[in-house]
């Protein structure tokens, strides 16, 4: 049922023949490495498992299992129920009875959560991403060694969310521009004040900045760029190099290596497409996924046309595409497929289905075909 419902032999058939597919006077070029990860796939897979080793109790799950709408979709039409979520914006697990069945997602649960599903004593079935379990357990041994964890990630991101719960002192950082704001923070002092309103929301609770960056240990979100996460350890350990000189900086830096293989294949994948010669890009997975809107990013800094969209829905009725913007809102583009000749990249995040990905492709092959009857 899992392979039926999302894989494609068109995709197939485009990876058989070197990534590439033409078709009229379109020719698509696919990443080398896109969609599906191992870890996504195990994750639906143990909840479709879930859903037929418990036909009769009641299922819930306790955030999006990934970033797609079509899975989320799937399992809701399973009669998955999805942990609501009251007015403060809190989930609601008042609802889950001591018979019922929770799902924690590919992204995990925090800490807190799983100790309140575990006193009701439900049935909990574990989603949770090796490589994002490896990170918690470099988290875990920042703790041991009482250091603060600087997360590379978004604070509000549920993978984050877990990640920083298991930490006893924490500093999410979203860019390397936030990275560079701490550690000259690190070096030369500052308003102490500034720093703790600009990273709110983002800090452990009682984070001291004077006295909590003098031993660091650096995390990540698993989804986020690889190279930028590489920059900002790399930055971290020369500060504290320069702070406290190259023999003490065993004592005040800790790194392991938590980048996830598939994130990182996939975005090299995508820097090895962007060198073709394209006319644009087209990057396809859920609005709210991470590692998508990393890959959006790769096209968009080069400078070629690059649509972020979540589903074939997005394009038409006719030449016309809705899409998100890097760091923008939706918005509806008219004419986005150039006339004659063109060369489409095509890539998708982590948690896209092949078949999600194949219904874009022929969806822009029928565009295509439409605009070439018109001309003639």
């Known amino acids: 049922m899992l392979y039926s419902e999302y894989q494609s032999s068109l995709i197939q058939q485009i990876r058989e023949n070197d990534y590439t597919l033409q078709k009229g006077n379109v020719t698509i070029k696919l990443a080398e490495a896109f969609g599906f990860c191992w870890g996504v796939e195990r994750a639906i897979a143990l909840a479709y498992e879930t859903h037929q080793q418990f036909p009769t109790e009641r299922i819930w799950i306790t955030n999006e299992i990934i970033h797609n709408p079509s899975v989320n979709q799937n399992l809701r039409e399973m009669q998955i129920e999805f942990i609501p979520v009251n007015e403060e914006g809190k989930k609601d697990f008042s609802v889950v009875g001591t018979e019922d069945v929770v799902i924690l997602p590919a992204f995990g649960a925090s800490i807190e959560e799983m100790q309140l599903l575990n006193e009701k004593g439900c049935k909990i079935m574990d989603t949770t991403c090796p490589w994002v379990s490896k990170v918690w357990n470099s988290v875990e041994k920042h703790k041991k060694r009482n250091c603060t964890s600087i997360i590379h990630g978004k604070y509000n991101h549920e993978e984050t969310i877990a990640t920083s719960s298991y930490a006893d002192k924490y500093l999410v950082v979203l860019n390397l ?58 930055l971290f350990e020369r500060t504290l190099m320069r702070k406290y000189g190259p023999a003490n900086i065993n004592d005040h830096f800790l790194s392991f290596n938590t980048i996830c293989d598939a994130t990182q294949e996939r975005q090299d994948a995508m820097f090895k497409l962007v060198e073709d010669k394209l006319d644009l890009m087209v990057v396809v997975g859920g609005f709210n996924s991470s590692n998508t809107t990393h890959l959006c990013e790769i096209s968009t800094e080069r400078g070629i046309p690059s649509y972020h969209i979540d589903s074939a829905e997005r394009l038409g009725p006719g030449n016309r595409i809705q899409h998100k913007k890097l760091h923008q809102d939706i918005e509806v583009f008219e004419d986005w497929l150039p006339s004659g000749l063109i ?23 029928a565009i295509k075909a439409a605009m070439n009857c018109v001309l003639n």
């Open 177 to 234: 521009q936030e990275a560079e704001y701490v550690c000259n923070y690190i070096l030369h002092g500052g308003n102490r004040e500034e720093l703790l309103a600009k990273f709110a929301k983002a800090y452990s609770p009682e984070f001291d900045p004077d006295t909590d960056l003098e031993w660091v240990g650096i995390a990540n979100q698993t989804t986020m760029l690889k190279g930028e996460t590489e920059q900002i350890g790399k």
């Open 343 to 365: 060369v489409v990249g095509i890539t998708s995040g982590a948690s896209t289905p092949d078949k999600v990905v194949s219904d874009v492709i022929e969806k822009i092959f």
